[in-house]
């Protein structure tokens, strides 16, 4: 008794493949590999802000929200050298001024949640000559014999690291370290996965509108009679011609066969998925995260005015926080110099108003306390 027949037998062998594709995958490796144990993930973080663009677009926009100051000091000459000091001070290799390294500083610090600069002094140690936004590779943090002493280290010549010989000149700022670590922590953190789920969605996304254009088929071939012919012979050579007219782009190629063959496009049957809920859903969480309204980011989800003046509240206060890390590093950089050059170290700095509405909010609520002071003040004269 034949468990298989030849019919079946041959049908079994008609299948043949054309051709293998490759796994279709985005290019951020760092991000598909995430580890969530790692403490320094600095590539990691870099590629995030490469591969989601809101994430670089919230950075950003921090960045510039956090504004300008100026420096107050009570001797007026100290003033003036301060002033011109800050405006023309150079900063790395090809940029100048103050702010140019408080920016600079202010993204490494959000991004890795540690930012190190160094206030470099001319070869006899009279003056400040430059400021410099070192990279965090070529330096290293290490906690000294107390709990409250840090070593900072930097990167030699024969690639190892060593104490620096002037730390006091070293600035280093940590976002949210914590308790017992000498790294801060990035505002990042806790994005590397949902974005790699967001990434998935993305190259779905390009994937199926790439087959949109360039289709795979499925020929199916049906013999009349298969005991006369030889099925799998005959069907890789369907494979092999039907591989050759798909293969060549520039001209327009017939396929012919004898036969009942039946050609269909894999796929087209199939309803597109709907992803714009899940993206929603993922960016939500991305922005929740980074702590700046969707209304700057060009997303229209706050349906009420209320709701977005609460966001913009939101926004205020953690630039305000912010400003109370940088504060430090200015205050250094302003103390060396006027010491250096002779002046008085006393200062204050004045950060400029984060938005022009909150200047218009104030404005509203002194006149209407002005009004109800007069009203109060009639009514008084009234009763009298």
């Known amino acids: 008794m034949k468990l298989f027949s030849a019919k079946n037998k041959s049908k079994a062998d008609a299948t043949v493949q054309t051709s293998l594709s490759k796994a279709n995958t985005h290019p951020f490796l760092n991000i598909e590999n995430y580890s969530p144990y790692q403490k320094k993930q600095y590539e990691l973080y870099k590629s995030l802000r490469e591969a989601v663009p809101i994430i670089d677009a919230a950075i950003s ?76 590779n070529d330096v290293k943090l290490e906690m000294g014999d107390s709990a409250l002493d840090l070593k900072i280290l930097a990167k030699n010549a024969d690639m190892g690291f060593s104490e620096v010989k002037y730390p006091e000149f070293v600035c280093v700022s940590l976002l ?40 795979r088929f499925a020929v199916t071939y049906n013999p009349k009679d298969s005991q006369n012919f030889n099925t799998k012979q005959r069907v890789q050579e369907i494979a092999s011609q039907w591989s050759k007219a798909m293969r060549d782009k520039t001209q327009v190629c017939d396929f012919v066969s004898v036969g009942d063959v039946s050609v269909k496009v894999i796929g087209a049957d199939n309803q597109v998925l709907s992803c ?69 170290d006393e200062f204050t700095i004045n950060w400029s108003d984060i938005t022009l509405q909150d200047e218009v909010e104030l404005s509203k609520a002194r006149l209407q306390n002005a009004q109800a002071m007069q009203i109060e003040s009639t009514l008084s004269e009234v009763k009298q």
């Open 276 to 344: 714009d809920i899940e993206i929603r859903h993922l960016l939500e969480q991305i922005i929740s995260k980074l702590s700046i309204p969707p209304f700057l980011l060009g997303f229209s989800w706050s349906s009420t005015e209320r709701m977005s003046s609460q966001q913009a509240d939101i926004l205020t206060s953690e630039l305000e926080y912010y400003r109370t890390l940088l504060n430090p590093v200015i205050s250094k950089i302003c103390r060396y110099y006027l010491r250096l050059e002779g002046f008085s």
């Open 176 to 215: 949210n370290p914590e308790q017992g670590s000498v790294e801060g922590t990035s505002i990042l953190k806790g994005l590397p996965f949902v974005s790699s789920v967001l990434l998935k969605i993305f190259n779905t996304i390009g994937v199926n509108f790439e087959r949109v254009g360039n289709v």
């Open 61 to 136: 926009k921090i960045i510039r929200l956090i504004g300008t100051f100026d420096i107050e000091c009570e001797d007026k000459t100290a003033q003036s050298s301060l002033r011109h000091f800050l405006d023309n001070v150079q900063v790395n290799s090809g940029s100048y001024g103050i702010f140019q390294f408080i920016y600079s500083y202010f993204d490494q610090l959000l991004t890795y949640g540690t930012a190190v600069g160094e206030i470099v002094l001319s070869k006899d140690m009279s003056k400040v000559q430059a400021l410099y936004n070192a990279s965090l």
